[in-house]
């Protein structure tokens, strides 16, 4: 008896196994098209033409002409920079062309929203600004828990508010309700800091920098010490127990006037530097400070999340000299009225954040060339000083009001993203063999590590360093992704096509998302046929070395 | 874009030029070698720091610092120096013939007791602040005092380990970020195309090609996102002739092994080879640090490696007449408990811990400051905030002040973080002990 227990096991054990590896290395299940409901679409090009019209107003007011529309595929690649960290898989180039709809675009969007890629990508970029980068102390900060958190919050379509609500008041433990992180992450020496929460919620929040006024009254702004010290207070009754993160009712925020004086420090209750009203009445405990933040009247809370998300898609803040957790008070400068737009439409739409994203996606800027008949084809050698001086003025003004599309640095985890997919002919995603997920999971983080994390200000505008470059014309990856194996695009490509100019073609699609120039076809038809065949391979090696090298592939146009 | 195909394959070939310009012997054409000339030496010549970096927490009671005296200051004996006043732990022989050339302060202190933080700290002198992201000190000395003739990074980390112990630029830039080896001598990352010659070239002609069309149609934009300056920068470097001074091949067999046969030990000959290049800013990194458990086989094991490692590079240092413009300081995070935990292990202790240096026209001999364990021990219970500290505390800021100020650099001079906030170089007055003519 106990034996044939013992055999039943061995092959419940042995069929387990199998049916979880056949399911975790099914092949992709086959896709349909993506839609969205038409009244859905109409009212997303609606608000996106209310943006539309305030730019407009700026461009007639500076005199600025707009560039013309970018071709679809363009916008497709900046479309899945944005939303999945990656460029377009050649299934998906295929499958967009093979979509005749005039109002595609707007249907991929909505599709690429739904997708699980969605919600994973956007939950690290958002957290960068609620957490940071830093692991931490992995005793009470679990990154991957807030992150696991915030990402299903994304995918179930909760309320921006709510998910920001939730933050601020969280407790318990940080293992188990990941939003609890958001405070334990400024767990630091054996105690919280209140004063790194409050710099963390105005700026992640409310879209301004009012950290400076911890030691002293903003230089430039109005915002005064006493009012960081107010809102500091309502974490200051924070508290490490067994039962996790809770307040401790009777402590008392205090501060000392200098940090080794013996005295016990001025006692600081909760205070919000303005209308007090939107706290409610029930008392000033972080529920309050929550309800306050998202309330429905508060306009910097929607100007941030408008602001920072534009950021996400453009690469570039809406105001693109200042951070974008450093916006101005609302109704001070004109110039930023979109947010306004936008904001009022998210907040119209229940604190919708991919009803945001359409929005942003549907307007005329996003949908711009980065191609400006102003700069193309110019000559600067043939200009004087003066002349590219007065071009650059000029060009200069046409950036600001996005009268053309920027050129922005991909950050690396595009980098490595675009580089992965563009090595494998299918989508690399949750529907991807368990080996290729670990394989782009294992590089991505060893990739990012070496290309230099940008961190929390990853929105800012940087260049690009000389270690970067090493990396990616020397790197064991690019070496790795650009040998012909048949397992990669780069082998599968160069076997499978049937004539040079259809290798060129498809290499160009999966790298840089567009077919290539007749002279660029010329070039490297004439490098193919002039290599005896046994070589050729070489010939598409160096093909995808040269496209991963350029700065089309590593800037987001 | 016009310029640039020509300017790459130009580039290419630069090292078949270097090589015609060698045998015909006109060294005007050869910039690497005319700047490695140029450097003079003695105390004229530019100076460099040398960062040692003590990753994890040394224990200052174990190195610098022992108190045989103590219950827990277990076995660890003092030896005397070549410096009168100092006294070093038994497991430094070495170190204890150079002490002359240096100095220690055995009286550090810092509020951070976290490695990243701590870390962040002591590289940098600011503490961790959402607001700005500061500079490590190498690399303001690498923005500060870069060498026009260095083609090959001027700012180096080497025998690197966690990621957050890699010097940053922070508001200066990503380009002022540590260039990273890991094991130096063995393998220079990604400097060497992965192809031959003759591919190489076929690449970058290539790569003009895809890049003309994009550039063309943005002449402005690219030219504003210097994608192809730092791709240019990058070939000079990978064909440059000052890579060999990140190479081991041309140091003798007993040379390598007086250094000692360890990542560190290479990184420290690697560094005295950058500075002789004149590369201003170099960290090499020596993990391990974070004794825990089994204090005292770990610090010693420790010691064993930094022992030849510190001491050749001083004596290679002074031998070649580069003491003088070279400082040497050896730091970590923080140090660790005067007492040990239920593991005979030490745990982090920033409340007074110790660090060496000298050089760059630093008085040598100096010791400051005393730790008294004792005290310490009875104060265990107390917060971190409210320990008593060292005697003749010294602020890591007044460290910092201390070394630009040898450096040729005003410690208050100001630089503008891209917020617009103004802040000093280093937020400290200089130790008047350690600068010449100071008591």
């Known amino acids: ?557 | 874009m016009h310029r640039s195909v020509h300017h790459w394959l130009r580039q290419v070939s630069r090292r078949e030029v270097l090589q015609l310009a060698a045998g015909l012997g006109v060294s005007y054409l050869l910039p690497g070698l005319e700047a490695r000339s140029a450097e003079r030496r003695g105390s004229e010549r530019p100076t460099s720091l040398i960062t040692l970096w003590m990753a994890g927490g040394q224990s200052h009671l174990d190195s610098w610092d022992p108190h045989p005296e103590t219950e827990h200051g277990g076995g660890i004996q003092p030896i005397k120096t070549t410096a009168p006043e100092i006294q070093i732990a038994h497991t430094l022989p070495q170190m204890a013939e150079q002490m002359r050339h240096l100095s220690v302060i055995r009286s550090l202190v810092s509020k951070e007791g976290d490695h990243q933080r701590g870390t962040y700290f002591v590289q940098t002198g600011y503490r961790p602040d959402p607001t700005t992201i500061h500079p490590a000190m190498t690399a303001l000395v690498a923005r500060l005092m870069t060498n026009p003739n260095i083609e090959i990074p001027q700012h180096v980390a080497l025998a690197t380990g966690d990621n957050f112990s890699v010097p940053r630029g922070g508001y200066l830039g990503d380009q002022y970020d540590a260039f990273r080896i890991f094991d130096p001598g063995n393998n220079i990352r990604n400097m060497r195309r992965q192809v031959d010659e003759k591919r190489q070239e076929r690449r970058l002609e290539g790569l003009g090609i895809v890049s003309s069309a994009f550039s063309k149609q943005r002449a402005l934009q690219v030219e504003a996102t210097l994608h192809e300056h730092v791709v240019q920068q990058a070939l000079t470097m990978m064909t440059s002739d000052q890579l060999q001074a990140l190479e081991l091949d041309d140091e003798t067999e007993e040379t390598k092994q007086r250094y000692g046969d360890s990542r560190f030990g290479r990184g420290c000959l690697v560094a005295r080879r950058l500075v002789e290049l004149g590369v201003r800013a170099v960290q090499v990194t020596l993990q391990g640090f974070d004794t825990h458990i089994n204090n005292f086989e770990g610090q010693k094991a420790q010691s064993e490696i930094l022992d030849p490692a510190f001491a050749s590079l001083v004596q290679d240092l002074v031998d070649r007449d580069l003491w003088d413009s070279t400082i040497v300081l050896c730091i970590g995070e923080f140090g660790r408990t005067p007492w040990l935990n239920v593991n005979a292990g030490r745990d982090h202790w920033p409340v007074g811990f110790s660090c060496v240096v000298g050089g760059g026209g630093l008085n040598s001999g100096v010791l400051i400051g005393a730790t008294n364990p004792e005290l310490a021990y009875g104060e265990r219970q107390r917060p971190q905030a409210e320990k008593t500290h060292p005697a003749d505390p010294i602020k890591v800021q007044d460290l910092y002040a201390t070394i630009l100020s040898r450096l040729g650099l005003n410690p208050a001079e100001e630089l503008i973080t891209p917020i617009g906030r103004p802040l000093a170089l280093a937020d400290g007055s200089p130790i008047a002990r350690l600068l010449p003519g100071g008591a």
């Not at chain 1, 450093?326 to 001070?332: A, R, Y």
């Open chain 1, 1 to 557: 008896m106990k034996r044939q227990w013992s055999i039943l096991w061995a092959i419940l054990v042995v069929v387990g196994v199998l049916a979880l590896t056949s399911a975790a290395t099914r092949p992709p299940k086959p896709r349909d098209l993506p839609s969205s409901d038409p009244p859905q679409v109409t009212s997303v090009q609606t608000a996106a033409a209310q943006v539309d019209a305030e730019l407009a107003r700026l461009w007639a007011e500076r005199e600025v002409t707009p560039a013309p529309v970018a071709d679809d595929l363009t916008i497709l690649r900046r479309l899945s920079l944005a939303l999945h960290g990656t460029i377009p898989s050649l299934e998906e180039i295929r499958r967009f062309e093979a979509d005749d709809r005039a109002d595609r675009l707007d249907h991929w969007v909505a599709g690429m929203l739904e997708d699980q890629r969605f919600a994973d990508y956007f939950a690290e970029r958002l957290a960068r600004a609620y957490v940071g980068v830093e692991e931490g102390q992995f005793v009470i900060f679990r990154r991957d828990r807030f992150k696991a958190w915030l990402s299903g919050q994304l995918a179930d379509h909760v309320p921006y508010d709510q998910i920001v609500r939730e933050m601020i008041a969280a407790e318990g433990v940080w293992t188990g309700d990941g939003e609890v992180n958001f405070l334990t992450a400024a767990f630091a020496n054996g105690s919280f800091d209140p004063s790194k929460l409050t710099a963390r919620t105005t700026r992640a929040f409310l879209g301004q920098r009012i950290d400076c006024a911890q030691c002293h009254d903003h230089p430039f702004d109005h915002w005064k010490q006493s009012e960081f010290e107010g809102l500091t207070a309502f974490y200051g009754k924070l508290a490490l127990t067994p039962a996790g993160v809770v307040d401790r009712k009777k402590k008392q925020y205090r501060i000392k006037e200098a940090e080794e004086s013996d005295d016990e420090g001025r006692l600081v209750e909760p205070a919000v530097p303005f209308s007090d009203e939107w706290c409610g009445d029930e008392g000033r405990t972080r529920f309050e400070l929550a309800a306050w933040i998202t309330h429905a009247e508060n306009q910097r809370f929607e100007r941030a999340i408008a602001n920072r998300v534009w950021a996400l898609m453009f690469g570039e803040p809406f105001r693109q000299d200042r951070p974008v957790d450093d916006l101005p008070d609302p109704d001070v400068d004109p110039d930023l009225r979109t947010l306004d737009l936008l904001g009022a439409d998210f907040r119209a739409h229940d604190c919708d954040l991919r009803r945001l994203i359409r929005v942003i996606a549907s307007t005329q800027a996003f949908r711009m060339s980065s191609v400006h008949p102003e700069t193309a084809n110019v000559d600067l050698e043939a200009l004087s000083d003066r002349e590219v001086d007065e071009l650059r003025t000029r060009f200069e003004l046409t950036e600001e009001t996005w009268g053309v599309f920027p050129l922005v640095r991909l950050r690396p985890e595009q980098v490595i993203g675009s580089m992965l997919q563009a090595t494998y002919i299918h989508t690399v995603d949750q529907n991807s063999h368990l080996l290729t997920r670990f394989l782009r999971f294992a590089r991505e983080n060893n990739f990012v590590e070496q290309f230099g994390d940008p961190g929390v200000d990853e929105l800012q505008e940087r260049v690009g360093t000389i270690p970067q470059a090493l990396l990616r014309m020397n790197g064991n990856l690019s070496r790795e992704l650009t040998e012909p194996n048949p397992f990669l695009a780069t082998g599968r490509i160069a076997g499978a096509a049937s004539t040079p100019e259809k290798m060129i073609e498809t290499a160009y699609l999966v790298c840089l998302t567009r077919r290539p120039t007749p002279q660029e076809t010329e070039f490297f038809v004439k490098l193919w046929n002039d290599e005896p065949r046994r070589n050729r391979n070489s010939v598409a090696q160096d093909l995808y070395w040269d496209l991963f090298n350029s700065p089309e592939f590593s800037w987001n146009h």
